[in-house]
């Protein structure tokens, strides 16, 4: 099959990032509970239910999927030890000279604009909440899926700012 004739399979990366991030212990409503956190204070009438609906309009976005499948994986390959040298110890010790996995987040945040990556800059910075779990978890490799979480937040948070500001 070529690539003319391949349909995206829309339903089958959104089952692949809700599982991978479900095995990796991520709850979903963890994820809304941030990003009501950080925007409580610019919009009162919202809801922790509306930051989770938000999400997962937001978790549906081919462009947070292919980023997401793609950090997910590494992540799970090189904790299995299946990425080949340098890049297994660089992505084993989250080397801060690497920021692919940063390269990786900002492309999701930067689904919603400037204010999606302004958010992500902030989270990445703070690491709070379920960022903060992943961030000092020191039993799994967890290079990509902090950063990927935040520019989840942060996306969230950005398509929050242009429905409801």
Do not use: W
Request: with cysteine.
């Amino acid at each position: 099959m070529d690539s003319k004739t391949y349909k995206y399979p829309d339903t089958k990366a959104f089952e692949f990032v809700t599982t991978a991030l479900d095995k990796r212990g991520v709850d979903l409503h963890e994820l809304a509970n941030d990003a009501y956190e950080l925007q409580k204070e610019f919009l009162p009438d919202l809801t922790v239910a509306d930051c989770y609906e938000e999400l997962l309009t937001v978790l549906h976005k081919r462009e947070l999927l292919n980023n997401a499948m793609v950090a997910l994986e590494l992540d799970r390959l090189t904790e299995a030890g299946l990425i080949q040298e340098p890049l297994q110890s660089i992505i084993t010790h989250d080397l801060g000279v690497f920021s692919v996995d940063e390269a990786l987040a900002l492309q999701i945040a930067n689904i919603y604009g400037t204010i999606g990556a302004t958010n992500f800059g902030y989270v990445d910075r703070v690491k709070s909440g379920i960022i903060k779990k992943y961030d000092t978890d020191a039993n799994h490799v967890n290079t990509f899926i902090d950063d990927l979480l935040g520019a989840i937040i942060a996306a969230v948070c950005g398509k929050i700012a242009h429905r409801y500001a």
